[in-house]
């Protein structure tokens, strides 16, 4: 996460040096895509900061705190990822697609390990619930029961929230590091 933001603050930099990219974004038809812009690196920024913060300190040993925390880090990641593709589709003018496999796997566990009461099918044979319990809350073993009702039967996967943030964390920094190259290059052609 600390390169993460260590590469958003170079993009931030760079866009303050030059004038010409911003005031492109300030004719009348783009001024709604200057707000996105620092809009999602402002929340890009504090996501970022929040989610290395917690993981430093941890989750509280009160198990209630710690369950809030849970769905608190997984909206953080949301949200950050949200602004990466934002930022992305502004700077690359497209759309971030394919994004990595655990890009999508950390996505997903808010909904997942939420149980949703609505029956929602995970599968094509059957529907899955899956719910974190409030004594099971760690980085590095977040302990979930999920009812698979193809098999009628309960399982109690172990998610390594810690491993899978890293290498999320590898993955969204590879998006920031393409859109600061880009922005180089655009600026860098932009002065010639």
């Known amino acids: 996460m600390r390169e993460l933001l260590e590469v958003r603050s170079k993009i931030y930099d760079l866009w303050q040096s030059v004038e010409a990219p911003r ?5 009348s038809k783009k001024k709604d ?20 913060a917690h993981r430093e ?5 009160d198990p209630l705190l710690a369950y809030i925390e849970l769905w608190g880090v997984l909206q953080a990641i949301n949200v950050q ?16 697609e394919n994004q990595g496999p655990f890009w999508m796997k950390i996505r997903n566990y808010r909904n997942k390990l939420a149980g949703h009461p609505v029956a929602k099918t995970h599968n094509e044979v059957g529907i899955k619930r899956t719910f974190v319990g409030r004594n099971q809350v760690t980085y590095s073993s977040l302990t979930c029961e999920e009812w698979d009702s193809s098999k009628d039967l309960s399982s109690f996967p ?27 290059e655009l600026f860098r052609q932009n002065h010639k």
């Open 23 to 27: 005031a492109l974004f300030l004719q």
């Open 33 to 52: 895509d200057y707000a996105a812009y620092y809009t999602a690196m402002y929340l890009l920024q504090d996501s970022g900061e929040a989610l290395y």
């Open 57 to 61: 300190k941890g989750f509280a040993k």
């Open 81 to 96: 990822q949200d602004c990466i593709a934002e930022i992305y589709r502004l700077i690359m003018r497209k759309k971030l």
């Open 158 to 184: 172990v998610i390594t929230l810690d491993k899978e943030l890293d290498k999320y964390s590898e993955e969204a920094t590879a998006y920031i590091r393409d859109i600061y190259n880009h922005m180089k």
